[in-house]
């Protein structure tokens, strides 16, 4: 079995600050990517962050310059730091990860159960 667990959602205010924590644990052989998606209520889910297995990122649009995607490897946990936040970042933020279980050589993805990150205004 393998889990993604997020922490550090919560509720800030406009201008402020949050870090989302996604740890990966079970029979992992190999994670190639970690990443966050977020969903707002009556619209579709969308890319915010990924990082690749050498390091490369790519981040959605509205994102770019706000938010900063890392990884700890070791620790098979992926972190998303959010600055500068607005309302419009009000969402649940879902971890993904495309990863390789121990004795299952094949590329499969897995989602947290996410997290909400509320903005005020």
């Known amino acids: 079995q393998v889990q993604l667990v997020e922490s550090g959602g919560g509720l800030v205010q406009a201008g402020g600050s949050l870090r989302l924590s996604c740890a990966a644990s079970?029979?992992?052989?190999?994670?190639?990517?970690m990443g966050w998606y977020r969903q707002a209520p009556g619209k579709l889910r969308e890319l915010v962050a990924v990082m690749n297995s050498d390091g490369s990122t790519n981040y959605g649009d509205s994102v770019k310059g706000r938010f900063t995607i890392s990884r700890d490897n070791a620790k098979k946990t992926a972190y998303l730091q959010m600055n500068s936040l607005e309302p419009e970042d009000t969402a649940v933020y879902y971890c993904?990860?495309?990863?390789?279980?121990?004795?299952?050589?094949?590329?499969?993805?897995?989602w947290g159960q996410g997290t909400q990150v509320t903005v005020s205004s």
């Open positions: 079970g029979s992992i052989f190999s994670i190639n990517t």
């Open positions: 993904n990860a495309g990863l390789v279980r121990v004795g299952l050589p094949i590329l499969s993805n897995y």
